[in-house]
């Protein structure tokens, strides 16, 4: 790995049949990086090599890499892992890997970038078009001494920076008044949930450390942090945080509001979960779906047995066996009492095995375990 600036190595095992479709077209994109398009990655100061490794043959890299299935592609950078690629063709991969050889953190020149990348990006790029959405929105800017080419911190934050940017909005400035502003002294990466909702919501890990420690650390940080607190269910958010696989959730705390809600209940209801949403951080994701803001709810209320409810809490876990979620109701039937202790223990119960799941299709109180898909 440590042979060039990028690796990308194929784990592959000789009874499969994916494996053995993969191989002539990882093949050909290695002769191509090594032939075709030499002059491509010189000028994008990069190299690349390109390996295979058979599972079976040696199996402590099978282990050591944690590969869950055959064929598995990836992508190293300064022999740190960056990510997995799932292109499974020549042209697939060679594009693939263009994109991650160009990959440059966006960078923002003074306060006033760092500013309009906070509050204006989400708008103009993921075109969300309600200022309601910005609630559902987590991003992060490195505030950094340097970025050039060499620097031991610099690189550690663009390897991280490479590997995160699919899931997550990241920039990064050099401008010393910016950091000022932000109070934050450099090398720091600061995760911002935009102000809206909750203004100045800042975690901060400073300092960036560099080389592999460092990203490790990084990409710990911004995995713990990514997420708000609470997510309001919405076309923004729900592909993004509610039952989507890279979110790493297996379980939703769902509290549902009417759309006859009184304010104050909607304000009480996020106040459990916000109260309960550190002790959960890591083992659920706490979402607010009102009925008015999301278009979904006609049918997931049908779906969680909530439909002549005005309010509800319900945790729905997903099953990865059977592919289908489980949905769990709290035993306290009067949501206006419900307080974060309450709401808790409700969770711990569901997760132990005290409470079991409702019955597909059946009544309320059904002490049968069943599942629904969602």
């Not at 990882?26 to 075709?36: I, Q, R, V």
């Not at 592609?73 to 020549?90: G, H, K, M």
């Not at 890997?97 to 990006?121: G, M, S, W």
């Not at 663009?158 to 920039?171: C, E, V």
Request: overall charge negative; aromatic content about 10%; charged content about 25%.
């Amino acid at each position: 790995l440590g042979a060039s600036r990028f690796s990308l190595v194929a784990f592959h095992a000789p009874w499969c049949a994916h494996s053995r479709n993969l191989l002539p077209e990882f093949d050909a994109a290695a002769d191509e990086f090594t032939t075709k398009v030499r002059d491509y990655m010189a000028r994008n100061g990069a190299d690349i090599k390109f390996g295979k490794v058979d599972v079976v043959a040696e199996e402590d890299l099978y282990w050591r890499y944690g590969i869950e299935s055959s064929p598995t592609v990836l992508l190293f950078r300064d022999s740190v892992l960056v990510t997995e690629c799932p292109a499974r063709t020549q042209l697939e991969i060679r594009d693939w890997v263009k994109k991650f050889i160009e990959f440059k953190p966006l960078k923002l020149e003074d306060t006033a970038a760092v500013a309009n990348f906070e509050y204006a990006r989400f708008f103009d790029e993921n075109d969300v078009g309600e200022e309601a959405e910005i609630d559902s929105v987590v991003l992060a800017v490195a505030f950094l001494p340097t970025i050039e080419s060499g620097d031991y911190v610099g690189e550690a934050f663009h390897t991280a920076a490479m590997s995160l940017s699919q899931d997550l909005p990241i920039a990064v400035t050099v401008d010393s008044a910016a950091a000022q502003a932000y109070n934050v002294t450099p090398p720091t990466l600061l995760m911002i949930k935009p102000a809206g909702h909750q203004a100045g919501r800042y975690l901060t890990l400073s300092p960036i450390r560099g080389g592999a420690g460092g990203i490790a650390e990084i990409r710990r940080f911004v995995a713990y942090h990514r997420f708000p607190p609470v997510v309001e269910w919405s076309p923004y958010s729900a592909p993004r945080y509610i039952f989507a696989t890279r979110a790493g959730y297996e379980r939703h705390l769902i509290a549902f509001v009417s759309k006859k809600h009184d304010p104050a209940m909607v304000t009480q209801l996020r106040g459990v979960l916000e109260a309960i949403a550190e002790e959960l951080h890591g083992r659920a994701i706490c979402i607010i779906s009102d009925d008015a803001r999301n278009r979904d709810a006609p049918y997931i209320r049908q779906k969680t047995q909530t439909e002549d409810a005005e309010t509800a809490i319900r945790l729905v876990v997903s099953n990865k066996q059977e592919g289908t979620l489980d949905v769990y109701r709290p035993k306290e039937a009067n949501v206006v009492e419900m307080t974060p202790k309450s709401v808790l223990r409700f969770v711990e119960d569901a997760i132990s095995g005290v409470l079991v799941p409702l019955e597909s299709g059946g009544g309320a109180d059904s002490e049968q375990q069943g599942s629904d898909e969602l």
